[in-house]
């Protein structure tokens, strides 16, 4: 049984990981974005965009607020967007807006228009 088991396993993972792949060539990933280059909305922008994934930054009462920006930048260039709009309650009015943990989507925009 456990022969059984692990010669179909090697078949499985052969028939599904591809015997031809070249992973290890684009490994790892280089960053498409700079994460100087992303831009942090704190509401959705005019123009169309697609949500790539979630951002966040943990905040707390001792964090450098350049730190906190910056890590919602850094995961955005990760997932490969260009913004972040962010999707926590805390009004940007607040003296310690960067201080606050920080949710967001990250989002990147249509390259073309049908």
């Not at 090697?10 to 028939?15: E, F, K, Y």
């Not at 942090?40 to 790539?52: E, G, K, L, Q, T």
């Not at 913004?83 to 249509?110: K, R, S």
Request: glycine residues 8%; negative net charge.
């Amino acid at each position: 049984m456990s022969r059984t088991f692990a010669i179909g396993t090697v078949c499985a993972g052969l028939a599904l990981g591809g015997c031809c792949s070249k992973w290890w060539e684009d490994f790892p990933p280089e960053r498409k974005v700079s994460a100087d280059q992303v831009v942090i909305f704190a509401a959705p922008p005019p123009r169309s965009y697609f949500m790539v994934g979630t951002v966040s930054s943990p905040g707390g009462r001792n964090t450098d607020p350049a730190d906190n920006y910056g890590r919602l930048q850094r995961e955005a260039a990760c997932l490969g967007a260009v913004a972040v709009i962010l999707t926590d309650q805390t009004p940007v009015e607040e003296p310690d807006f960067w201080q606050y943990p920080h949710t967001g989507i990250a989002i990147v925009y249509p390259t073309s228009r049908l």
